[in-house]
């Protein structure tokens, strides 16, 4: 069984710091890590995966996030936050090489920026 | 990027009806969608794997006689909540992946209210 835990129900943080949102993550096999955002009433959209190669991905919006194996974490990180960045945050696993491509996503974690 | 479109946004059903979702991939072909459910503040929870040509996976605990999925055609699945009862009311979401080892495009979700 795979799993995905955001320890931390909110983040608070003020416009220009930078942001960090916990992610780990259990999983038979490789790991395909993906973060994505959701808006109030809407889908979800993507930010960034990991599948393979470099541990530091960058994605959507100057997002990034750092795969770390022997942690089993895949952190979501913004070197300066904007208040449009405040929105609910998922951070999702499958196990694609097992031929489950559906994903298990984490609780969730809101993150509010302040002006 | 790939799109996937879900309609309606939101619908509003009488208790002992029927609402069907339908969830479709604009820009490329998908064998496989996968639905989503999601309750206030809660995180998504998989409950079936959509199968171009074949019957459904469900998740244990989802009811395949109470959430209908078809998967008629490479870029259309339906979900119809059969005989719907208020505790249905939640937020649906599909979401597809244009291909091996990519990230899931999600549809914007339906908000359905059984009352």
């Known amino acids: 069984a795979q799993s995905v835990a955001q320890p931390e129900d909110q983040v608070n943080v003020a416009e220009g710091n930078p942001l960090t949102v916990k992610c780990t993550y259990s999983?038979?096999?490789?790991?395909?890590l993906f973060w994505y955002v959701q808006y109030p009433n809407r889908g979800l959209q993507f930010l960034l995966k990991?599948?393979?190669?470099?541990?530091l991905v960058k994605g959507s919006y100057g997002f990034e996030a750092e795969f770390n194996k022997s942690q089993t974490s895949f952190h979501l990180k913004k070197p300066s936050a904007l208040v449009s960045d405040s929105a609910l945050y998922f951070c999702?696993?499958?196990?694609?090489?097992?031929?489950?491509?559906?994903?298990?996503f984490g609780s969730g974690t809101r993150l509010q920026v302040q002006p | 990027g790939a799109v996937v479109s879900q309609h309606p946004s939101w619908v509003i059903c009488k208790s002992g009806t029927s609402v069907k979702i339908e969830c479709r991939s604009l820009d490329f072909q998908a064998t496989t969608m996968f639905w989503y459910r999601q309750f206030p503040k809660q995180s998504l929870m998989l409950m079936a794997t959509?199968?171009?040509?074949?019957?459904?996976?469900?998740e244990q605990g989802v009811e395949k006689d109470k959430f209908l999925i078809n998967h008629a055609s490479l870029t259309l699945s339906t979900l119809t909540v059969t005989s719907a009862h208020p505790e249905d009311s939640s937020f649906y979401i599909c979401s597809a992946n244009r291909g091996r080892n990519t990230e899931a495009f999600f549809g914007q979700g339906t908000r359905l209210t059984v009352v």
């Open positions: 999983v038979s096999g490789n790991p395909y």
């Open positions: 990991y599948i393979t190669g470099d541990n």
């Open positions: 959509s199968n171009e040509g074949s019957k459904a996976t469900y």
């Open positions: 999702a696993v499958s196990a694609m090489d097992t031929g489950r491509r559906a994903l298990t």
